[in-house]
């Protein structure tokens, strides 16, 4: 299963936050999973890819050209811009986990959302929330839906893992959606 992460990149972010990611970063790292990230080198990100890297994980990486010159990763996947980034990290991902990040990360989240409700995409997507750092955008999104801007069926397109084991709930929960799918492929054939 790959599983594209997404979290903070700047150096100033609290050493809370970065250890939280990096908690994260530790048990994933024990699954049998590819990961899909962006190519920033400074942060959680680089935190974050030490971890998986030092655990043999097999690393896809997505960004511009002159950024991946400087990444280590299984596969680079060049791109021109942010947004051909999030769709590339979407497009080869078979699952989103969303940590804790800045403005970059929760717009990222918001697209993706926003994008699996469009085309009803059955992709799972999660938000890692034991911190608190999504509870604004989920008032946002809530402030939305009151105003009729958003139908209550958003809530179906993501998961809010708000521990370590609701997250490993969820992981197993789309590692065996994508199992159950590979055998009945397999079937049809």
Known sequence: MNVGIMCGSYETASMESRLNNSKIANLVAMKDYCFVMGSGETGSMRDVKEILKENGKFLIVVGREDELDEVNADVKVPVHSTFERLEAIYK???????????????????????????????KPLIIYN????????????????????????????????????????????????????????????
Do not use: P, Q
Request: glycine share 6%.
């Open 130 to 189: 034991e911190d608190g750092s999504y509870n604004y955008s989920l008032k946002a999104l809530e402030l939305k839906r009151k105003e009729g801007l958003v139908d209550s069926s958003y809530k179906l397109y993501f998961d809010e893992a708000r521990n370590i084991e609701e997250l490993a709930e969820y992981l197993e929960k789309a590692e065996n959606k994508i199992n159950k799918s590979t055998e009945e492929r397999k079937r049809v054939r």
């Open 92 to 122: 080869n991902s078979d699952v989103i986990l969303c940590l804790t990040g800045g403005l970059g990360t929760e717009s990222e989240f918001i697209s993706f959302l926003n994008n699996k409700i469009e085309i009803k995409d059955d």
